[in-house]
């Protein structure tokens, strides 16, 4: 490729079309961009290290008092472009070409595709990822497999991209020998090659922000998006950006995102899995906090129901969407009675989500994309969204942090976290972080809700098992290997390959029963991959 940028040094191999991504002026344009912005992301990352700190030794948090005259205060964020006014259903995935395609074809309103948790980041994914994107985004893409031809169709879903969060990196480009942040990298090279061409076909660029903890890392994606802007002669506004609340200390400072991201703002989206996995890692060291199986913790427990309504409430007070989160059923084959309890799942949790006034919602399967759409039409007719619709009630402190259920623990919950961790973490080291498990599309945030309650039952005083057997590291080491031989079973019938899973069922081990939580298992996990 061309010469690099001056302190610009790329330490991985460029596989054919990279260097139409990675061209001079895209990297000069990155770099300008980490020089600007890197030193307040690791000044944010510490706040996060002090304010965990903080939490461990007792703290509870709340509403912020110096930011008390924005949440009285009467403002609305700018108007969306009409491409953003309907998002009745929107389905997710991985940058993946045929995801792609299927995606954009499957009959959503929107595609958040996605560069971040259901993306195993290793090189190769993350800039074909971006050669993906650049064909789609020109309906240049097609895929030849299995001896059908996938091309785009006429009526395709408006296009919204997740970058990674602020807490990961891209250790195969540093800028002065730094490496970059993962997410200035996934947008920065969107957006320059991207930007003008998604304008002009009047859908774009719009974004999806994951893993917020607070509104002063909402002011530096804002920041950013106006640098970028002004450096492409992009008017300020262009961009907008939905925020994933998917941390509790996000749930504190809703309006606050909003505000600091008012010219740029799409919304929120309720991010329930993170969110369950951030409750956990927030007071992992509190004796009073422990929370039932995975299964028994739904959208209708307090916390996660108070959540919900809250950002709906938030959004539209100020005049935003309000987008609810990713039920993680899919269709069931060779199974009608287990496939119909799946799709009335679905169901269920679509209505609940309009009925409470959500605009749209997410589904990650495209076979799920009309039953979803069926629920949210019979609540909003032909209206494109419902923003106008008020929540009543206040909700705070009493309603997030009151956590339940803590019972029931079982043997059976305890050991499908273990399998269910070990499965998507052979599966993300053999890169792909989207995953079909139990019947459940499986992200990241599966991993780490799975690792964090095997941790937290460990440790805490109330980890017990229904039978009243206390939770402890050697029961948990006795049933790694014997969940790593289903895992194994059934991967190798699936026709796949197993060489990862006994790495992962190490690291899980490692994840889980570390004496001190490690903050993210995709941090170890990406310094491990290729």
């Given at each position: ?83 953003l006014e309907c998002r009745r259903v ?259 949790d679509k209505t609940r989500d309009a ?176």
């Open positions: 490729m061309s010469t690099l940028p001056a302190g610009v040094a790329i330490n991985a191999p460029l596989h054919p079309r990279f260097d139409e991504i990675l061209t001079p002026e895209a990297l000069a344009f990155l770099a300008k961009l980490h020089r600007a912005f890197e030193p307040r992301r690791k000044e944010l990352l510490a706040k996060r290290a002090e304010r965990q700190a903080r939490i461990d030794a007792g703290e509870m948090p709340d509403f912020l008092p110096e930011t008390k005259h924005v949440r009285e205060g009467d403002w609305k964020i700018a108007p969306l472009p009409k491409a929107e389905i997710t995935g991985p940058v993946e070409r045929k995801m792609i395609i299927n995606a954009f074809n499957s009959g959503a309103d929107s595609y958040m595709t996605d560069f971040e948790d259901s993306n195993s980041p290793n090189w190769f994914n993350q800039v074909q990822g971006q050669v993906n994107l650049k064909d789609a985004i020109r309906r240049a893409i097609s895929l030849e497999s299995g001896g059908k031809t996938y091309k785009l169709n006429d009526q395709i879903a408006t296009l919204q991209i997740r970058p990674r969060g602020w807490h990961l990196d891209e250790k195969h480009v540093t800028v002065d020998g730094q490496r970059v942040s993962g997410g200035i990298f996934d947008f920065a090279l969107v957006f320059f090659h991207n930007a003008k061409e998604q304008i002009a076909r009047g859908a774009g660029p719009f974004f999806y922000l994951p893993k917020l903890e607070s509104h002063l890392e909402a002011r530096l994606w804002n920041d950013l998006f106006c640098m970028a802007q002004d450096e492409l002669g992009i008017p300020r506004g262009t961009i907008k950006a939905t925020v994933l609340v998917e941390t509790i200390l996000a749930t504190f400072e809703l309006e606050e995102i909003l505000y600091e991201l008012r010219e740029h703002s799409a919304g929120l989206n309720a991010g329930r899995w993170d969110y369950i996995f951030s409750c956990i890692k927030k007071f992992k060291k509190n004796k009073d906090f422990c929370l039932a199986n995975r299964g028994a913790i739904t959208m209708e427990v307090p916390f996660m129901r108070s959540y919900a309504l809250a950002l709906v409430q938030a959004c539209h007070k100020r005049g935003a969407p309000a987008i609810g989160g990713m039920s993680a059923l899919i269709p069931i084959k060779n199974d009608p009675a287990a496939n119909e309890k799946a799709l009335a799942g679905i169901r269920h009925n409470d006034g959500f605009d749209g919602g997410w589904v990650a399967h495209p076979g799920l994309v009309s039953i979803a759409m069926d629920e949210f039409l019979k609540v909003l007719g032909d209206r494109p969204n419902q923003w106008g619709k008020q929540v009543e009630g206040s909700f705070g402190p009493k309603d997030w942090l009151n956590f339940q259920p803590e019972q029931p623990i079982t043997e059976t919950g305890l050991r499908n976290n273990i399998n269910v961790g070990i499965h998507y973490l052979g599966s993300w080291l053999a890169g792909n972080g989207c995953v079909p498990i139990h019947n459940l599309m499986e992200d990241a945030a599966t991993a780490e809700i799975s690792r964090s309650q095997v941790w937290q039952w460990v440790v805490s005083p109330k980890g017990k098992l229904d039978d009243g057997r206390k939770v402890s590291a050697e029961m948990v080491r006795a049933m790694i290997p014997e969940e790593l031989a289903k895992v194994k079973a059934t991967v190798s019938a699936a026709g796949e390959k197993t060489e990862t899973y006994d790495q992962a069922a190490g690291i899980f081990e490692k994840m889980s029963l570390s004496p001190d939580f490690p903050e993210f298992l995709t941090l170890p996990l990406y310094e491990a991959m290729e």
